[in-house]
């Protein structure tokens, strides 16, 4: 892993990140089982105390959460993408058919000369520069 992205204050950062986490879900242990889930407030006091006497020791912690952060990211945008075109894009051109609506021209005229679409010519000033989308 890249130095840069393995400073003392990252590291820092990390190690009171992962602390803080470790806390939230004991918590949310405690408040379902009603008992104080030992190891998590080990694991949490851990990285509180690493983070701030030691955080050099984190780095091997930190490089393996940031791989599993990189497959993870790349996973989820498939997944996201799988679902916005599975859900949204493909209704919508199934309803687009069903409804006859095309947006592309595709009819072939054979005594067509040109299928360029002619465009209305209007006058420019200076106010089609300031805002031009």
């Given at each position: ?45 851990s ?6 006497a030691?955080p ?20 989820n945008?498939?997944i ?26 595709f ?13 209305e ?9 300031q805002?031009?989308?």
């Open positions: 892993m890249d130095n840069k992205y393995c400073s003392r204050e990252v590291l820092k950062k990390f190690g009171m990140t992962m602390a803080v986490a470790f806390l939230v879900i004991a918590a949310v242990v405690f408040l379902r089982r009603r008992h104080a889930p030992l190891s998590l407030l080990v694991i949490s006091g990285f509180f105390v690493l983070g701030i030691l050099a020791i984190l780095k091997p912690v930190y490089a393996a959460w940031m791989k599993l952060a990189v497959i993870l990211s790349w996973i945008t498939r996201i993408l799988l679902i916005l075109f599975y859900l949204i894009l493909t209704p919508i051109g199934l309803i687009m058919r069903v409804f006859g609506k095309g947006t592309l021209d009819k072939i005229e054979k005594n067509r000369d040109s299928y360029w679409q002619k465009k010519k209007k006058p420019f000033s200076t106010l089609d520069c805002r031009q989308f």
